[in-house]
């Protein structure tokens, strides 16, 4: 009995915390504290407990952190305040007094201020209101939902150059009402985004059905509704997924998929390939545009020359439901749709830096001087001679160059003939 009772442990309660203002809370002033509220005394040492406030960036902002009734409520207030119409995520970390640890995040939105929009040169102000379901391909099997940002919304707003708003709100067909973000790097644009893990609560909270976008300004408000299909699309899924490993760069390369469900001719289809850094290296026309993949597709090419050897890329295939309408007279566009996208990877074969060529061989045959070339087949190869190994390089004459060696290329140099203290030199590329 004395052995058991020595392996049990009294069961600790992990701390709790609330915050105001609440989780998904607008209309936030920029200058008001966040105040969390836990459940136990927490260790105050700012290097075990804190609270980090972002805003459109990677650099935290500044706030005042003031710790209160017996440490169990931390009250943060920006310092400068925050932006108007500021999208302000905040994460926290900490641990209690007997080390028990938490960690818990949120967002919310700050009220509007004056001023915004006419710094792009947007032609038409565009409403863009969108669902999106994203899952992960990894293997030649059917793609699986992604664990941390399976569900997506978005909304969006784009001012004509020629306007200013002071403020953009969205109300939803449940009757709620958020405000969009100003970005302030563009002030012209406008966004709203939200996420969940739970699609219940999700299409709760972003419901198929009428949006209604309202814009308000000094000189007049305008309002303009856009519509959130039902139809999800199916999930994209890469059929020649083992292929898309090693894809030869020197070569187009046809990526397929499985048909788009139901897909039609106004439905449309995107596809991207980005590097390790998130640079765009392909990427399908714009949706509505009279290039875009249609869904209908299931191939698109890759032109030889876009990736590199020896490299890995992240790919997407987007699969979009929607409706793009144009207000000639309100100088609009409005675009609703449901989308499924899929994350991937694709690789290259061969090396990423092609081996340096190798000169062997060397003999005289009837006069002339030859030798052969270890290299790499298919890579191009460039020759030079001079008669002065201290001439600097970019003065060496070019002997020949080609772009189709084999993996060994035999020369014969003719200026051997009437010159016999010649220095050669091979590289890769012209």
Known sequence: MLALLAGLQQ???????????????????????????????????????????????????????????????????????????????????????????????GFFTTSSGSGGGGAGTNAVT?????????????????PALDPDFPYLFSASTSLASNRTATAITLTFPNAAVSNLTQNFV?????????????????????????????????????????????TQPNSPHVSNYAAAQTINPTQPFTLTWDAFSGGTSADY???????????????????????ALKGTATSVVIPAGTLQAGSNYNATIGFFHGVITTNSAGKYIAEGY???????????????????PVLTNG?????????????????????????????????????????????????????SKTNKSLFYRARNGS
Request: one cysteine or more; glycine letters at 6%.
């Open 11 to 105: 069961a600790v309660a992990q701390p709790t915390v609330s915050v105001v203002p609440a989780n998904l809370a607008t209309g936030v002033s920029p200058g008001a504290p966040v105040v969390f509220t836990f459940s136990t005394a927490m260790n105050t040492d700012p290097d075990v407990t804190s609270a980090q406030f972002y805003s459109g960036g990677a650099t935290p902002a500044p706030v005042v952190s003031v710790w209160s009734a017996g440490n169990t409520v931390l009250t943060c207030t920006p310092s400068p305040a925050f932006g108007n119409n500021a999208f302000i995520v905040w994460s926290l970390s900490g641990e209690d007094t007997e080390a028990n640890s938490l960690d818990d995040s």
């Open 338 to 356: 449901v989308a499924t996208m899929t994350q991937f990877t694709i690789s290259t074969s061969g090396s990423a830096v092609p081996a340096a």
């Open 126 to 142: 565009t409403f863009v209101l969108g669902r999106l379901w994203e899952y992960n391909q990894t293997n030649t099997a059917a």
């Open 269 to 291: 289809i995107s596809v991207g390939v980005d590097d390790q850094v998130s640079d765009t290296i392909f990427k399908t026309a714009d949706l509505g545009s009279p290039n």
């Open 186 to 230: 563009e002030p012209e644009d406008y966004n709203l985004l939200g996420y969940n893990t739970n699609l219940t609560i999700f299409n709760a909270t972003y419901p198929a059905g009428n949006y209604t976008f309202t814009v308000t300004s000094n000189a007049a408000t305008q309002s303009v509704m856009v519509n959130l299909p039902v």
């Open 363 to 415: 003999a005289w045959n009837a006069g002339t001087f030859g030798f052969d070339i270890l290299t790499s087949s298919g890579q191009t190869l460039t020759i030079v001679y001079n008669t002065n190994l201290t001439k600097a390089l970019a003065s060496w004459p070019i002997l020949l160059t080609t772009n189709s060696p084999g993996s060994t290329v035999h020369i014969t140099d003719p200026h």
